[in-house]
């Protein structure tokens, strides 16, 4: 596509709409984060995906909006009125999905947590402050299932152990 096509495409936007310039599946979408024109051609740099051929196996990280999905996260256990060990808790749940589970894995299991959030806060706009209260204390034991249901697990492969055959190989 030539530049003047997308500037064409761009140019017929709603006034008001200023959209993310992004690529892949909407599932996973790619941002774009740099642009560099080399002689005749314009190279777009999107935030890093992983590779089709990467099989099972995730080892993307997280890109900058998933960061700060994260960030809003740890703020909001901060911010949150319970106390120092509950928001340990989170906190080290939040620690654990992160080492545990893929990237996606883990922006999935944070946008239900929003989603959940956000649900049951519609259904009445004139609630009460105790109401509210009840509101954050069903969330923080939303949050505290989510941590009971993450696993620690233990590496089975134990390290550094060579069979006597290694050993005589070595020798030799």
Same mark, same amino acid.
């Given at each position: 596509m030539k530049v003047s096509e997308l500037q064409n495409i761009i140019d017929h936007l709603p006034q008001d709409s200023d959209p993310d310039i992004v690529m892949g599946e909407e599932w996973l979408? #790619?941002?774009?984060v740099n642009t560099r024109l080399d002689s005749d051609m314009l190279f777009l740099e999107f935030d890093n995906a992983p590779e089709e051929n990467q099989g099972d196996d995730e080892g993307r990280g997280f890109v900058e909006h998933e960061i700060a999905m994260i960030r809003e996260k740890l703020e909001q256990v901060l911010d949150d009125p319970s106390d120092t060990k509950t928001k340990a808790d989170a906190l080290l749940a939040i620690f654990l999905m992160g080492h545990e589970l893929s990237s996606s894995e883990v922006i999935e299991i944070l946008e239900m947590t929003e989603l959940e959030a956000t649900e049951s806060e519609i259904p009445d706009q004139a609630t009460t402050e105790a109401e509210t209260t009840e509101l954050e204390a069903n969330q923080? #034991? /939303? *949050?505290?299932?989510? *941590?009971? /249901?993450l696993e620690i697990n233990e590496p089975d492969t134990p390290e550094f152990e060579t069979s006597d055959l290694e050993t005589r190989q070595l020798k030799d």
């Open positions: 979408p #790619e941002r774009l923080s #034991e /939303a *949050i505290e299932q989510d *941590i009971s /249901a």
